[in-house]
């Protein structure tokens, strides 16, 4: 069975620039989240899909970030501007069902470095 | 204020010893606990998961305990090996809690020395 497909695995970009990073959940799962996860910290939900639609987002910086998930499958997350605190791994996770009783599944990440 | 705290934040061991890292929580009502390996550059992996009425749960070398009435959880591992070496990280999870709802602990740094 594949795993939670993302991409780029890496990223540098100066500071106000943009950039999208793409992730592509294992086929099924109707919820998909996405993490950021600073060096030395846990994962922090930035927003969780179930299906197309928006669960929750209330983490999610959005005079500047931004994410959509269309057609209810692959998800795209956008930096702009990014800001030099934005580096971090930014990580995407599918499960089945969007409760705890689920098993959650993560990509391997996007590292971003705003210089 | 993190709601799940790690000890130790790293830890440096020979290959073949064990160890045990700490895992407290103020998360109530408590629904379950789990463990995540996440090796350098990768994403988590789920080890064990444990519900409030389980004490104990094993995953090869790798056993996690739970006492509830205390909030308390560790991981030990048995006999390290290299590959061992990576971040270890504690999620609690309230009832009724979406995965979006997790509590992530900052993660446990184990190092495995030849």
């Known amino acids: 069975e594949a795993g939670v497909a993302q991409s780029p695995r890496y990223k540098i970009i100066e500071k106000r620039q943009s950039v999208a990073f793409w992730c592509n959940p294992i086929?099924?799962?109707?919820?998909l989240y996405w993490y950021q996860q600073i060096l030395g910290q846990g994962p922090k939900l930035l927003i969780q899909f179930q299906n197309n639609g928006v669960v929750d987002d209330s983490q999610l910086p959005k005079d500047r970030f931004s994410a959509e998930r269309l057609k209810g499958v692959d998800s795209t997350l956008k930096i702009q501007p990014a800001k030099l605190e934005d580096s971090a791994v930014y990580l995407c996770?599918?499960?089945?069902?969007?409760?705890?009783?689920?098993?959650?599944?993560f990509g391997e990440g996007s590292r971003l470095t705003v210089l | 204020k993190n709601q799940v705290e790690q000890s130790p934040q790293s830890l440096i061991i020979l290959e073949g010893k064990n160890c045990t890292l700490q895992c407290n929580y103020t998360v109530s009502p408590f629904s379950n606990l789990r463990w995540y390996k996440q090796d350098t550059g990768r994403g988590p992996v789920s080890l064990t998961i444990?519900?409030?009425?389980?004490n104990t749960k094993s995953n090869g070398r790798y056993t996690a305990t739970l006492d509830a009435d205390t909030k308390q959880s560790s991981l030990h591992i048995t006999a390290s090996q290299l590959s061992d070496s990576a971040s270890y990280i504690c999620v609690v999870s309230g009832p009724g809690d979406s995965w979006g709802k997790l509590q992530f602990g900052a993660g446990t740094q184990v190092v495995v020395t030849p």
């Open positions: 996770a599918s499960s089945l069902r969007g409760d705890h009783t689920g098993e959650l599944f």
């Open positions: 086929s099924g799962h109707a919820t």
């Open positions: 444990m519900t409030f009425s389980e």
